[in-house]
């Protein structure tokens, strides 16, 4: 009981705003940062809840990614550095807008709900695990907290662990990279002002001569994700402002908390190119593909995408490399859901937000290929190359460092330029738009988002709008991040891309 009245006494010190309802979304909590003191006070009661209840670390996130500086967030993180069960983001709900006096409640009902053991020992690495480790990326966090339920065997529960890890795999990986010239080793990297920028300083030390940063709004100066980062790129389609790049350099920018990578280039026309998540999760799940055909094993792989992937993307995986293709709602653990049905899930949002996952099985074939002395030396020289890929994936999450690795080697080892990757296939030109309703929760969708149920008649307006462009396609859905509804369309030319947006934007009003 003691616990209760001291639970009861701390809350009135993180008072919650009379009135304000928060829902626990594709990213846990987010908004302006100073209606979050309750919330914080709440998931860290929460976070030693699931803690009990699974007898494990659970990590909790403070962080905004892409949003602007004025925003913050807070997330929880699961045993194996995943986001937690619906289940559990119903009681943060619950328990964030529970009015001062029935938060005892709440909590006493999760207890119940989920039979805690209240004396069970909770892991007090959940609570230091943002304190202990100050600042880090969100796909760290999710690394360490894996590391740490797993005994050690995914890695190193420290930051030094993460940075040997990924750099050890990298270089064992450029080892295949014959021919590969110092002009090619370079990468220009947008920090976005952001925790990124400082990780990526201090890992540079182990990345030695096999990869050669420079480091563009490192948060030095510019305010975090303003006019820079992978949602501003990914959105507005330019070059983040302050990275100075040659036309046909590779460059590439991660965003506020370092768990989406997006990379492009300017041509000799100045004209901008991105190449994002798509992109990116064609260019790895070609090579994977590729390696296990040459270390003859027959694995299931598939790509995971959501309703924001260019169609040209689904269509060149469908039709020419004949991968599977998952489409799933908006969040990487929908996602994420998914890519566990197969051998091998590659898993990418269009914003650069995905990783790739190994079922067990997978990663125990691969490991006998390696060992086995009778395998050939092709399919070992493969199978070698698919274990140093797994080593320097962070399963656990996207994360903008360890993808940014894994593609550099990719490139590096296929001799393949920037504009080459670009060449596999040509985007279909889209826009973005966001609108700003009074209530973005009266629009419900269904068919993996791409289709609105409600508000009556909506999708019929979408349906007729589209008619009028070619091979054109386009969906709202409320945004679980920020207060908007969020407008989609591609076609057949940018302006035919833009005036959908536009058109369909005015029927969400
Ligand atoms: P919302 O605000 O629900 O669209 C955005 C991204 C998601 C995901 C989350 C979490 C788009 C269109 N949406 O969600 O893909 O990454 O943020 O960061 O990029
Ligand atoms: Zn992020």
């Not at 999710?142 to 065997?153: A, K, L, P, S, W």
């Not at 070059?239 to 506020?256: H, I, Q, V, Y």
């Not at 990757?421 to 309703?437: F, H, S």
């Amino acid at each position: 009981m003691a616990h209760f009245q001291i639970v009861s006494k701390r809350s009135c010190l993180h008072p919650k705003p009379e009135g304000l309802l928060l829902q626990y979304g594709t990213a846990g909590f987010r908004t302006n940062a100073k209606h979050l003191d309750h919330i914080m006070f709440r998931m860290g009661l929460l976070a030693t809840l699931r803690s009990k209840k699974t007898k494990a670390t659970i990590g909790v996130m403070v962080t905004a990614s892409h949003n602007p500086e004025e925003d913050n967030g807070v997330k929880l993180i699961d045993p194996l550095g995943e986001m937690v069960t619906p289940t559990w983001e119903g009681f943060a709900t619950k328990l964030a807008n529970a009015e001062q006096a029935d938060l005892v409640t709440a909590l006493k009902d999760v207890i119940e709900k989920e039979a805690i053991n209240i004396s069970q020992e909770a892991n007090v690495f959940t609570f230091y695990a943002f304190y202990y480790y100050g600042l880090v990326t969100t796909p760290m966090l999710h690394y360490m907290v894996r590391c740490q339920n797993t005994q050690g065997e995914y890695g190193e529960a420290t930051v030094e662990g993460y940075y040997k890890k990924l750099s050890d795999a990298f270089f064992q990986l450029t080892k295949n990279a014959i021919n590969c010239t110092d002009d090619q080793k370079h990468l220009s990297v947008d920090g976005a002002n952001g925790i990124g920028a400082v990780k990526l300083r201090e890992m540079e030390g182990y990345l030695k001569n096999e990869l050669h940063i420079t480091l563009f709004n490192d948060g030095s100066k510019g305010k975090l994700n303003y006019q820079c980062g992978a949602d501003f790129v990914k959105v507005q389609q330019k070059a983040p402002t302050g990275l100075k790049m040659n036309p046909g350099e590779r460059g590439c920018s991660f965003d506020g908390d370092a768990d989406r990578i997006v990379y492009y280039y300017t041509d000799a026309e100045e004209k901008f190119h991105l190449l994002d998540g798509d992109k990116i999760s064609t260019l790895i799940s070609t090579f994977l593909k590729e390696l296990l055909t040459q270390a003859g094993l027959v694995l299931k792989i598939a790509v995971v995408q959501t309703a924001y992937a260019n169609r040209s993307s689904t269509q060149y995986l469908e039709d020419i490399m004949k991968v599977p293709v998952r489409c799933t709602k908006t969040g990487v653990k929908h996602l994420r859901h998914a890519a566990q049905e197969f051998d091998i899930g590659v898993f990418f949002e269009a914003n650069g937000h995905g990783t790739v996952l190994f079922s067990t099985a997978a990663e125990e074939k691969i490991q006998q290929l390696v060992e086995n002395p009778s395998t050939d030396e092709e399919a070992k020289r493969a199978a070698v190359i698919l274990q140093n890929t797994v080593n320097v994936i962070n399963q656990a999450v996207g994360d903008a460092v360890s993808d940014m690795l894994l593609i550099e080697a990719i490139l590096a080892i296929k001799g393949m330029t920037i504009q080459q990757w670009d060449a596999i296939y040509t985007d279909l030109p889209n826009r973005q738009l966001k609108v700003k309703v009074l209530d973005r929760r009266a629009i419900d969708t269904t068919d993996a988002e791409r289709r609105a149920v409600s508000p009556a008649g909506l999708q019929e307006a979408i349906d007729s709008l589209v008619k009028k462009h070619r091979r054109a396609r386009s969906f709202v859905r409320p945004s679980g991040t920020e207060d908007v509804v969020r407008v989609y369309a591609e076609a057949e030319t940018q302006e035919s891309a833009d005036t959908l947006a536009y058109e369909v934007s005015l029927a969400v009003y």
